[in-house]
């Protein structure tokens, strides 16, 4: 008996395993044909200097509009796609796609500020990445000055030594760098001085139960004074609540994004936000 139940067990396990495995076959496969049939397209989430109630600029958040399953969310295809080398691919697509909108947008005379992209830390170990970066900004009509880069802080921190030499390119021609989702990662504190980061990010599991988890408000506290005493810029991610925005701005971290400002919208529903809410700042 025992012996019978151990060659289900092992069956069903099989079977499990073979259709994971099928499934992720199949996703990669569909992850292929959408990059060359533009699925994935860029959302925009508003950044915000809650001081005075402007716009700082807007994060561009990768979408997949699946034609039968919907919206996928990026946390169900970007492990894949660095898995499978299909990130540099797909990075660069919503770059794109996200400095032409904000290239019509300026055109247009709206101003949209700061553009800020995600990249994944492995493009950095081409050195020719730079170049490639410099063509799409000029073949879409935008400028350096209004773009900014997101790199985790725990992908970077893994081999900061081989990025080094990409990101002080990529600074010098006036991209902004900001280190993503701090405060997860193990940053050593001679490399922060050394990487030409212009910001940080303070991750969104710190601001979720802020003002109330006593580590959460130390872990800020001391992410902000870091940035300060280093003279990086300092946004925070993830503010949802009233209380949250002003907890952050009494202690002196005023750039914010998060769902109390607008969840990440399609570029259709960007000029609306901007106009709608430069008439809310004025008013208030
Ligand atoms: P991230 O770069 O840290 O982006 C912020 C994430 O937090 C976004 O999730 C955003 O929708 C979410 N968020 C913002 N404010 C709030 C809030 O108030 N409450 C909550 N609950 N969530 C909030 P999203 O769009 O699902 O993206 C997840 C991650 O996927 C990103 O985290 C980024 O690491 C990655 N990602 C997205 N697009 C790209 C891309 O084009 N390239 C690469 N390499 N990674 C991307
Ligand atoms: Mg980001
Ligand atoms: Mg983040
Ligand atoms: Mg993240």
């Known amino acids: 008996q025992a012996k019978s139940e151990g060659r289900n067990t092992f069956q069903y396990f099989n079977t499990e395993l073979t259709q994971k495995a099928l499934d992720r076959l199949s996703l990669e496969a569909q992850l292929r044909s959408a990059?060359?049939?533009s699925e994935l397209i860029p959302f925009f989430q508003p950044q915000i200097d809650a001081a005075n109630g402007t716009i700082i600029g807007f994060e561009a958040l990768a979408r997949w509009q699946h034609p039968e399953q919907g919206m996928i969310p990026p946390a169900r295809f970007i492990p894949l796609a660095e898995a499978t080398g299909l990130i540099h691919q797909l990075d660069l697509e919503i770059i794109r796609q996200a400095m032409a909108q904000?290239?019509?947008?300026y055109?247009?005379?709206?101003?949209?500020?700061?553009?800020?992209?995600?990249?994944t830390v492995r493009h950095f170990q081409q050195l020719e990445f730079v170049d490639t970066l410099l063509e799409l900004i000029k073949e879409t009509g935008f400028r350096t000055e209004w773009l900014e880069?997101?790199?985790?802080?725990?992908q970077l921190m893994t081999k900061p030594e081989a990025a080094i030499q990409v990101l002080q390119q990529?600074?010098?021609?006036?991209?902004?760098?900001?280190?993503d989702d701090f405060g997860t990662g193990y940053s050593s504190l001679s490399y922060l001085k050394r990487l030409p980061v212009t910001k940080l990010k303070i991750d969104q599991s710190f601001v979720r139960d802020l003002p109330h988890d006593?580590?959460?408000i130390s872990i800020t506290c001391a992410v902000i004074a870091l940035a300060k005493s280093l003279?990086?810029?300092?946004?925070?991610?993830?503010?949802?609540?009233?209380?949250?925005?002003?907890f952050l701005l009494d202690q002196g971290c005023h750039q914010i994004q998060g769902y109390f400002y607008s969840r990440p919208l399609p570029a259709g529903e960007i000029e609306r936000f901007m106009l709608d809410y430069e008439g809310i700042a004025q008013g208030a």
């Open 170 to 179: 990529i600074h010098q021609t006036g991209i902004r760098i900001a280190l």
């Open 102 to 105: 904000f290239a019509g947008w």
């Open 107 to 119: 055109r247009q005379g709206l101003n949209p500020g700061i553009l800020s992209v995600n990249l």
């Open 149 to 154: 880069i997101e790199v985790t802080e725990s």
């Open 231 to 246: 003279g990086l810029e300092i946004i925070a991610e993830g503010a949802e609540t009233r209380e949250q925005v002003e």
């Open 35 to 37: 990059l060359l049939n």
């Open 214 to 216: 006593e580590e959460d």
